[in-house]
């Protein structure tokens, strides 16, 4: 059985669709009605999420208010590529505790929604345990968000949240298509050192940072620096993927530009 998610990059770039800037990729999305029919980002997620509410939510469970199930996925957009804590968003979405994990297990059922699980490995560090949330597709997520364009993207808070939620999906599809399971992870110990991705290798662990800009300075490898010294020999070649278009070797890192992401994601 093979997991199918929405289009892949590999997909849209083997058919000469692949959108020319990443924040329009973002804001599109990749589900194939917006590249086989002539339909706006916005109208078509309107009506997905419309049609959704109306007939897999009503399916799955009695929801007699269903604009505070909408009220509640729109939280969950302002929350992904973040750490999820239930009490906050239960609070925003006016609803209990036990009704927001309820419902959040809809849109993992519903392929809308997953959750990345931090990794065991403490490297003699106190670790975060709480997963982080991601949507499985941007245009989604940033039609919650009321982003309608580029202009709005660029300057919008979320931008790196969403680069980072665009980046994770794709690496997982480079999984679900070849009937492979996920292998992806983040690390984060309690003073916030991070990697944004761990990739098991067999006994060794690929670390993958994301960032969302698109010049390359130092500063973007300190995160990798600090968890490489921290796992030794248990470390592999670290990757550092962003929305730029140079392409480099370093001792820390291989640089991805977001286009080559197809080839890493094939690899993974």
């Given at each position: 059985?093979?997991?199918?998610?929405?289009?892949?990059?590999?997909?849209?770039?083997?058919?000469?669709?692949?959108?020319?800037?990443?924040?329009?990729?973002?804001?599109?999305?990749?589900?194939?009605?917006?590249y086989d029919l002539p339909l706006t980002p916005a109208g078509w997620y309107s009506g997905y999420v419309s049609s959704f509410l109306d007939r897999e939510v009503r399916q799955l469970v009695n929801i007699r208010d269903l604009s505070l199930f909408q009220r509640f996925l729109?939280?969950?957009?302002?929350?992904?590529?973040?750490?999820?804590?239930?009490?906050d968003l239960a609070r925003e979405s006016s609803i209990s505790h036990n009704t927001a994990k309820a419902w959040l297990s809809i849109l993992e059922a519903s392929h809308l929604v997953f959750l990345l699980r931090p990794h065991y490995r403490n490297f003699?560090?106190?670790?975060?345990?709480?997963?982080?949330?991601?949507?499985?597709?941007?245009?989604?997520?940033?039609?919650?968000?009321?982003?309608?364009?580029?202009s709005q993207i660029g300057s919008h808070p979320l931008r790196p949240a969403l680069f980072e939620t665009w980046v994770v999906s794709e690496l997982l599809k480079g999984r679900f298509n070849r009937g492979l399971p996920a292998n992806l992870y983040f690390w984060r110990d309690n003073i916030g050192n991070e990697i944004d991705l761990l990739a098991e290798q067999g006994a060794s662990l690929m670390p993958i940072e994301i960032r969302s800009e698109q010049?390359?300075?130092?500063?973007?490898?300190?995160?990798?620096?600090?968890?490489?010294?921290?796992?030794?020999?248990e470390a592999g070649r670290g990757r550092l993927i962003y929305a730029g278009n140079e392409r480099l070797r370093r001792d820390e890192a291989a640089v991805v530009p977001w286009r080559d992401l197809d080839g890493l994601a094939e690899r993974l």
């Open positions: 059985m093979l997991q199918l998610l929405p289009f892949s990059i590999s997909e849209l770039t083997e058919a000469g669709n692949i959108p020319a800037e990443i924040d329009e990729l973002l804001i599109r999305g990749m589900y194939p009605p917006l729109r939280g969950c957009a302002t929350r992904t590529g973040q750490i999820l804590n239930f009490s003699n560090k106190r670790l975060v345990k709480t997963p982080k949330l991601y949507f499985y597709d941007t245009g989604l997520a940033s039609w919650l968000l009321g982003i309608q364009d580029r010049t390359l300075t130092d500063g973007l490898f300190d995160g990798l620096r600090k968890w490489l010294s921290l796992a030794g020999a």
